[in-house]
C-alpha cells in the first residue's frame, strides 16, 4: 500500500510487477541465501542492475524510480553500494501479523501469469537458472520450511542448529534477520536519505504519515495529491495475526528478537 500511495504521486513511478528479486540475483542466481554480500557485487553486475533500472525510469520519464523488493532487507548494503545515491523509506509491521500474512501467502496458490510479468525483468543469461531454482522450490512445498521459504531465503547460520521450524518460526526469523540488517544499514545514512515508518501509523492515518516520511526525504509533495494517493489505504489487517503464533515462534522471537522489537515499540503479546 505503502509504495502504490507513493507511485500515485506526480513524478513517480515503480515497475510493473511487485518484486524484482531475480534481478537483483542477476549473476548471483546461485547463491544460497538472498543475504547477498557487497563481495558478489562486480561491477559488471552493478552495470547490468543499474542499466536496467535506467531504461524503467526512461520508459515512464519519472522524476523518482521506487522499487520493493522484501529479499533486499537481508542485502541492505548490496543495494546501497549498488545505488549509493538511492534513499530508504523503511516499513515496519508487527511481527505477529507479519508471519501471519507470509503463512497465508506461503500457502496460496502460484499465480503463474504474475511469475511470467515478473520474467520479463530476469536478465536473459540467468533465466535458466532462475527457473530452476523456483521449480525446485515449488516441488520442495511439502518439506521442511528452511527447504521450501516464501520470501527472503535467510543464510544458514542465522537458523536454529538442527531444528525443525514451523512455517511461522521461519517467517518470524524473516522478520527479526530482514529488520535487523536494514536497521544497522539505515543508522549509518544521513536522515535526509532514509527513512523509517510503522505500518499501524501509516494505515491508520495515512497522509499524514506519507507526507512526513517525503518531507525528511527531501521530496515536495502536494498535500492535495496526497489525499489523493493514499484515498486506498485501509487498515482491514491490522491485528490479523492474532492468537496465531505458536510455540516455537514465540520462543525464537522471545530468545532473539526482543531488543528490535523494542526498538520499534513492539511487545510480544499475541492476545493484545
Not at 192 to 215: G, H, N, R, W
Amino acid at each position: 500500500m505503502l509504495r502504490d500511495a507513493m507511485c500515485r504521486l506526480p513524478g513517480f513511478a515503480t515497475w510493473p510487477c511487485d518484486e524484482l528479486n531475480p534481478l537483483w540475483r542477476t549473476g548471483n542466481t546461485g547463491y544460497p541465501s538472498d543475504a547477498i554480500p557487497i563481495s558478489q557485487l562486480s561491477p559488471r553486475i552493478e552495470h547490468r542492475i543499474r542499466s536496467a533500472f535506467d531504461r524503467q525510469a526512461r520508459s515512464h520519464q519519472c522524476d523518482v524510480l521506487v522499487e520493493k523488493t522484501c529479499a533486499n532487507c537481508l542485502r541492505p548494503q548490496f543495494v546501497r553500494k549498488c545505488f549509493p545515491n538511492a534513499k530508504f523509506l523503511q516499513i515496519v509491521r508487527n511481527v505477529v501479523d507479519t508471519t501471519s500474512s507470509t503463512v497465508g501467502r506461503w500457502n496460496a496458490p502460484s499465480d503463474y501469469r504474475y511469475l511470467l510479468q515478473k520474467a520479463r525483468f530476469v536478465p536473459l543469461r540467468d533465466l535458466p537458472r532462475t527457473v530452476a531454482r523456483a521449480a525446485i522450490r515449488r516441488i520442495c512445498r511439502g518439506g521442511a520450511p528452511q527447504a521450501r521459504p516464501w520470501g527472503p531465503v535467510l543464510s544458514a547460520d542465522v537458523l536454529p542448529a538442527g531444528a525443525l521450524l514451523s512455517e511461522s518460526a521461519y517467517a518470524a526469523l524473516q522478520w527479526m534477520e530482514c529488520v535487523r540488517r536494514t536497521d544497522e544499514m539505515l543508522a549509518e545514512l544521513p536522515a535526509t536519505q532514509s527513512c523509517t515508518i510503522k505500518y499501524e501509523q501509516f494505515v491508520v492515518d495515512p497522509a499524514p504519515a506519507l507526507i512526513a516520511a517525503m518531507a525528511q526525504l527531501n521530496f515536495n509533495v502536494d498535500s492535495a495529491d496526497v489525499d489523493v494517493a493514499t484515498g486506498p489505504v485501509h487498515r482491514r489487517s491490522v491485528g490479523r495475526g492474532q492468537g496465531m503464533m505458536d510455540a516455537q515462534t514465540q520462543s525464537i522471537l522471545e530468545t532473539h528478537a526482543a531488543n528490535i522489537m523494542h526498538r520499534h515499540g513492539y511487545k510480544l503479546d499475541v492476545e493484545d
